[in-house]
Nanobody, 124 residues
Framework: QVQLVESGGGLVQAGGSLRLSCAAS????????MGWFRQAPGKEREFVAG???????TYSDSVKGRFTISRDNARNTVYLQMNSLKPEDTAIYYC??????????????????WGQGTQVTVSS
């Protein structure tokens, strides 16, 4: 089993930056596709960014050019660098893992493991 723990959320002004971390334990995630999702109040959880086991990245149109996903397999950690934040980026951000050399999925149903989430609030 893999446990995922997100950190790095907080309150930031519009235009600011935050870096989220997702630390994995229990098993190496070096062969996992990893994703970041977010859920705003009253809305469904949506895909934000994903990174394959080989390092290929995918982004939603709403964050492309502003967010960067990366991974450090030596630290068993995935990151989401968020720049030029907007109030509409306010949400709980979740890290997710998809096991064993599978491709990135933009669907919540495609992931086996989830973290508990970290709140990101962007003030205008």
């Amino acid at each position: 089993q893999v446990q995922l723990v997100e950190s790095g959320g907080g309150l930031v002004q519009a235009g600011g930056s935050l870096r989220l971390s997702c630390a994995a334990s229990g098993r190496t995630i070096s062969t996992y596709a990893m994703g970041w999702f977010r859920q705003a109040p009253g809305k469904e959880r949506e895909f934000v960014a994903g990174i394959s086991w080989s390092g290929g990245t995918t982004y939603s149109d709403s964050v492309k050019g502003r967010f960067t996903i990366s991974r450090d397999n030596a630290r068993n950690t995935v990151y989401l660098q968020m720049n030029s934040l907007k109030p509409e980026d306010t949400a709980i951000y979740y890290c997710a893992g998809r096991s064993a050399f599978r491709t990135v999925s933009d669907s919540t149903a495609g992931y086996n493991y989830w973290g508990q989430g970290t709140q990101v609030t962007v003030s205008s």
